[in-house]
């Protein structure tokens, strides 16, 4: 098993092996005390509050579907789609992502990024040795254009398969997706394993827990997007877990100069579908 790729307050149990330290998405019990937990039913798409078993989560938010409260003003622009992709096709994607290379990640996870070089403290981009979006992800994109209606104007110019294993103890940090280069959809295809994205925010006393079901799609948008952040803990990785992330240019990049000089390249760049990992 590879090191770690661990810094700041970050750690994976490959680290915590050797160190004393606490995973960050831990929360701790005084903390959880003051979080009402809100679930996010797939089938009504609306929220409900109700104590659920962790091993029964998603059987349950089922269950529970004409039971809920009314919680439509804490949080906008969840969509969770089920069954997006066929077995057959999941087959097939992980066969094409496994021929290449994975590098160690932040928190116990490992990724492959096709996209461009981007440095956010400095606000700077290029197309680095960007060469496209990979072959096998054409079919996805051009699914989301013609299936849903709120993406058909979707134009990703960046794709991230981040691998979770639970030996690793591999998690997410609860963060906000850059605002200055990416747009108002993030876009995930969930692979192998059921699991649970976890959206939390200082400004209020809740969080909210949404399935990610084997096979589907989860867009986030609005203030679910912009002033949540999402994460994934670690108790929520039963087995391992691939994540295709697709991300669109912010309006500051599709006009304009900047669309001229960095945004049109871009976008013609990612829709040739040869792209090879720029990670390195």
């Known amino acids: 098993m590879a090191d770690c790729a661990c810094s700041g307050i970050r750690s994976c149990l490959l680290c915590e092996s050797k160190k004393d ?11 959880e005390m003051k979080l009402k ?3 996010f039913c797939v089938q009504c798409q609306k929220l409900y509050s109700e104590t659920v078993f962790q091993e029964d989560f998603l059987q349950n938010t089922v269950q529970s579907c004409s039971k809920h409260d009314c919680f439509e003003d804490i949080v906008s622009g969840i969509t969770v789609i089920e069954d997006f992709i066929t077995k057959n096709e999941e087959e ?12 160690v990640s932040q928190s116990g996870r490992q990724k492959q990024d096709f996209g461009p070089k981007v440095n956010f403290k400095k606000k700077k981009l290029r197309s680095g040795n960007f060469t496209g979006l990979p072959k096998f992800s054409q079919f996805i994109v051009e699914r989301l254009h013609k299936a849903v209606a709120q993406l058909q104007s979707f134009h990703p ?9 639970p030996e690793r103890g591999a998690s997410i940090d609860p963060h906000i997706d850059d605002t200055w280069l990416w747009g108002e959809h993030l876009v995930t295809v969930n692979l192998l394993s059921d699991t649970i994205l976890t959206l939390s925010d200082s ?3 809740y969080e909210i827990r949404i399935p990610m079901p084997r096979l589907s799609l989860v867009i986030l948008k609005g203030n679910a997007r912009n002033t949540w952040m999402h994460g994934i ?6 087995s391992r877990r691939i ?4 991300r669109e240019l912010s309006e500051e ?4 100069e900047a669309y001229t000089q960095i945004g049109r390249p871009l976008l013609e760049l990612a829709a040739s579908f040869n792209g090879l990992p720029t990670s390195t």
């Open 37 to 39: 937990t809100l679930i």
């Open 243 to 246: 994540a295709i992330t697709l």
């Open 157 to 165: 110019v960046e794709l991230c398969n981040l691998d979770y294993s």
């Open 233 to 238: 803990k670690r108790e929520d990785i039963k």
């Open 21 to 31: 330290v606490k995973n960050s998405l831990e929360f701790d019990s005084n903390h």
């Open 253 to 256: 990049f599709l006009s304009g």
């Open 92 to 103: 097939f994607m992980l066969a094409e992502i496994e021929k290449f290379p994975w590098q």
């Open 203 to 205: 400004k209020h006393f």
